[in-house]
C-alpha cells in the first residue's frame, strides 16, 4: 500500500524559533497534500491544501504568514511554522493524494507532535 | 459547505459484541464519497471503510459494514464481533467528488472495548 512519512515524528523548540515538517510520498506521487491540525481529543482541521509547483490554498483562519507550505516536488511538501508560540503546540498531519489512482484516496503519514515551550 | 456530525462522544461495547457508530452529514452535491477512519493510540489515521454516493449497496470490509442512508443523509459503522483492537477514535468523513477534494471531519467518537 502507499506511504506517507512525516519528520521529524516529535519536536520540541522554544518560543519564537521556526519549526519545519516533511511530509515525503514513499511510493507515489502525490498531486496534492493537506496539512492537517489535530488538537488533543479533538477531529482534523484541515489547515491548507497544497498542489506542487504552485502556491498553497488556506482555509480561513489560518495564517498563510505563520504555517509556510512548500510543495516543490510530486513527493515532498513541507510545514514551516514560523516564530512559533506555546499556542502552536499541536498534532500535525500531513495527507497525500495518489493523483493516478482512479479513486484519488488520501493516505495519511503518521503525524508530527509540536511542543513550543 | 459541507458539514459532518458524529452525536455520539464516546460509545462502549463487550468484545464480541456488535457496535454501531452514528454519523450523519450535510451537502448539497450529488457526487461524493463517504469514509471511516480509525486513529489508534499511535495516532496513525487508518482508513476503514469507504462508500461511493452513486453506489446504492452498503459498503462491507469484513467486520465493518456501513448503513448509508443516502435520502437520510446518514452514514453508519457497524463493527461485529468487536475485537480488543478496535478501540480507537473513529471519525466519519465526507469527501467532494469535483474540486479540491479535501475531507471534512466529524467530530470523532472514542471507541472502548470491554473485555
Known amino acids: 500500500g502507499a506511504v506517507v512519512s512525516q519528520h521529524p515524528s516529535w519536536v520540541i523548540c522554544k518560543s519564537g524559533t521556526s519549526v519545519k515538517i516533511e511530509c515525503r510520498s514513499l511510493?507515489?506521487?502525490?498531486?496534492?497534500m493537506f496539512w492537517y491540525r489535530q488538537f488533543p481529543k479533538q477531529s482534523l482541521m484541515l489547515m491548507a491544501t497544497?498542489?506542487?509547483?504552485?502556491?498553497?490554498?488556506?482555509e480561513q483562519g489560518v495564517e498563510k504568514d505563520k504555517f509556510l507550505i512548500n510543495h516543490a516536488s510530486l513527493t515532498l511538501s513541507t510545514l514551516t511554522v514560523t516564530s512559533a508560540h506555546p499556542e502552536d503546540s499541536s498534532f500535525y498531519i500531513c495527507?497525500?493524494?495518489?493523483?493516478?489512482?482512479?479513486?484519488?484516496?488520501?493516505?495519511f503519514g503518521p503525524g508530527t507532535r509540536l511542543t513550543v515551550l | 459547505a459541507q458539514t459532518v456530525t458524529q452525536s455520539q462522544p464516546e460509545m462502549s461495547v463487550q468484545e464480541a459484541e456488535t457496535v454501531t457508530l452514528s454519523c450523519t452529514y450535510d451537502?448539497?452535491?450529488?457526487?461524493?464519497?463517504l469514509f471511516w477512519y480509525k486513529q489508534p493510540p499511535s495516532r496513525q489515521m487508518i482508513l476503514v471503510i469507504r462508500?461511493?454516493?452513486?453506489?446504492?449497496q452498503n459498503a462491507t470490509e469484513n467486520r465493518f459494514s456501513v448503513n448509508f442512508q443516502k435520502a437520510a443523509k446518514s452514514f453508519s459503522l457497524k463493527i461485529s464481533d468487536s475485537q480488543l483492537g478496535d478501540a480507537a477514535m473513529y471519525f466519519c468523513?465526507?469527501?467532494?467528488?469535483?474540486?479540491?477534494?479535501?475531507?471534512?471531519f466529524g467530530q470523532g467518537t472514542r471507541l472502548t472495548i470491554n473485555p
Open positions: 468523513a465526507y469527501r467532494s467528488g469535483q474540486g479540491a477534494q479535501k475531507l471534512v
Open positions: 511510493d507515489f506521487q502525490a498531486t496534492t
Open positions: 451537502t448539497s452535491e450529488s457526487d461524493y464519497y
Open positions: 497544497s498542489n506542487e509547483g504552485s502556491k498553497a490554498t488556506y
Open positions: 495527507s497525500a493524494r495518489d493523483g493516478t489512482s482512479f479513486d484519488n484516496e488520501q493516505f
Open positions: 462508500q461511493e454516493a452513486y453506489k446504492q
